[in-house]
């Protein structure tokens, strides 16, 4: 006979199948014994409805999107709510999701996607939640009061996301070719530019080799014509050596000539060498 209310809870006493009283305050209460009375138990707290159908819905220029919302809702009067709704919040939950449903379709119908992505979307929560009221409240009120509707998410359906995707893909790669083969240009045009500076700098290299040499072989030369011009003798013994020397380099090497007869041998017959014993002139 004795029952205690909780501070969530609004409290409905039921005498014969009609309601007798509501307690909406919390504490212990009595009743008579079942079944002359019953007692049952309704949430008062703020409840959040969150949308659970998938279905797309048309906007002003025909594109198919889905969207997700959610409500916050509580009942404020149980009596009207348990006659014109149900014995339980989920009644009420269901009720209230296919009225926010047919009100988001009403509105997102005069609106664009654009409308949908932008500030726009402000008053468009704000219109929905003002004919969800207007539900709520009508001729047969359901004793809910609706705080708030949001929309968390407004999306293309799956077929046409996952052609924005291929689309968004495809320029992505277009654009990740076309930096590759800018890339490859620049890099030819790089290496093209190294080997010219270094065929360039091995030219100029060349060249002032070139002239090193030929001002060393030219200053050689000039000595050894100041040096040889000092004695004719010496300096035809000295290249007759060298020819020599230049000849028989290699243990292998083999020469046939007449030595009686060739100029070549004149030097190892004796001929200038007893000049070149005579020494060199002061």
């Keep these: 006979m004795a029952f205690v209310v909780d501070q969530r809870q609004f409290g409905v006493v039921y005498a ?3 309601i007798k009283e509501v307690i909406t ?7 008579l014994p079942p079944p002359f009375q ?6 008062k707290r703020l409840l959040t409805l969150d949308s ?12 198919r999107v889905v ?11 149980p009596s009207e709510y348990i006659r014109n709704v149900g014995l339980d919040e989920n009644a009420g939950a269901m009720q209230l999701n296919r009225v926010v449903r047919n009100a988001f379709q009403e509105e997102i119908n005069k609106r664009t996607v654009k409308e949908l992505l932008s ?10 939640k003002r004919e969800v009221l207007e539900s709520v409240r009508g001729a047969k009120p359901w004793g809910v009061d609706v705080v708030d509707v949001r929309i968390t998410r407004v999306d293309y359906v799956e077929a046409i996301t996952e052609s924005v995707y291929r689309r968004m893909e495809a320029e992505r790669k277009r654009v990740a070719n076309e930096l590759r083969s800018t890339g490859a240009a620049e890099g030819e045009k790089i290496r093209a530019d190294a080997d010219r500076q270094r065929e360039i700098a091995i030219a100029n290299a060349y060249r002032d080799a070139q002239k090193v040499k030929g001002e060393g072989d030219a200053e050689a030369a000039r000595t050894y014509a100041e040096a040889f011009g000092r004695d004719p003798q010496f300096a035809k013994f000295y290249r007759s050596l060298e020819a020599y020397k230049a000849s028989f380099n290699k243990k292998g ?6 030595p009686a007869s060739s100029d070549f041998f004149k030097t190892l017959r004796g001929t200038g060498a007893g000049d070149a014993q005579s020494g060199p002139r002061k």
């Design 67 to 77: 969207i997700d919302w959610y409500v916050r809702w509580r009942i404020t009067d």
């Design 253 to 258: 090497d083999v020469m046939v000539l007449d």
């Design 119 to 128: 500030l726009k979307r402000e008053a468009l929560m704000t219109d929905v």
């Design 25 to 31: 305050e919390p504490g212990l209460n009595f009743k």
């Design 52 to 63: 659970s159908d998938t279905e797309p819905m048309l906007t002003a220029e025909k594109q």
């Design 38 to 43: 019953n007692v049952s138990y309704i949430d």
């Design 16 to 18: 014969l199948g009609q």
